[in-house]
């Protein structure tokens, strides 16, 4: 798809590489719906884009019906769905004081799986309503998963299945959706400098990097956008997760 003109919806979009994605496309001629936390900075990143903010909980299922319906409104359609929310807090199967609480673990999925599959599901139904453009594509999907969904450490059990949900809906989904010229990929990232982890010193991301191949570094939220930009642009990508990493795999811990 084309970036001018394309209409976007960006899930995080107040931070990170979800903002790093807006600002690309919007660089490129495209036009922004920033959906975040009503606390974050997304009605700054919304006027500097040009943009619309729409408050939101990914975690409240319901809610997200109206707030994407009106984000879609403001676009006035849309062709791209950029979803990056998500986060975990560590936990193992069992601890020293018993096993991991059932609530602790459903919060994470909740957070990370069902909550991006609750964004892409409303999102694919607006798109259906497009007309397809010259290669016949009525939008495209990307999610979030990580490297984690393949290496999870040691205290990530929920965080891991999580993602590897994400991971593994990208080739049924783009499947499910062929049909109706809508693809859908993840980007699964290593550590990026996002979240918790921006500003952390740089002797501690050397130790955290230390077994990439190539950056010894973690990744910069432009270099999400600009895979992610990719996707949109090339229309045989459909169906995977991609791995956005430098060559890094997780050790146990």
Partial sequence: MELNGLRALVVGGASGMARATAELVVARGGRVAILDRPASAGQE??????????????????????????????????????????????????GKNGPMPIEEFQGI???????????????AWHMSKNEPNADGERGAIINTASIAAFEGQIGQIAYTAAKGGVAAMSLTMARELGSL????????????HTGLTKGIPEEYEKVLTKDAAFPKRMGR?????????????????????????????????
């Avoid at 957070?111 to 409303?122: S, Y």
């Avoid at 010229?181 to 990026?192: E, H, K, M, Q």
Wanted: net charge negative.
């Fill in 109 to 123: 999925v909740n957070l990370n799986l069902t909550g991006t599959f609750n964004v892409a599901r409303l999102a």
């Fill in 181 to 192: 010229g809508i693809r859908v990929n993840a980007i699964a990232p290593s550590l990026f």
């Fill in 221 to 253: 939220p432009e270099e999400f956008a600009r895979l992610a930009v990719g996707i949109i642009e090339n229309p045989m990508l459909n169906g995977q997760t991609i791995r956005l990493d430098g060559g890094q795999r997780f050790a146990p811990k």
């Fill in 45 to 94: 990143v919304a006027d500097e884009l040009k943009g619309t903010f729409h408050a939101c909980d990914v975690t409240d299922f319901a809610g997200m019906e109206s707030v994407i319906e009106a984000a879609v409104a403001a676009l006035d359609g849309i062709d791209v769905a950029v979803n990056t929310a998500g986060g975990a807090t560590p936990g193992r199967t069992i």
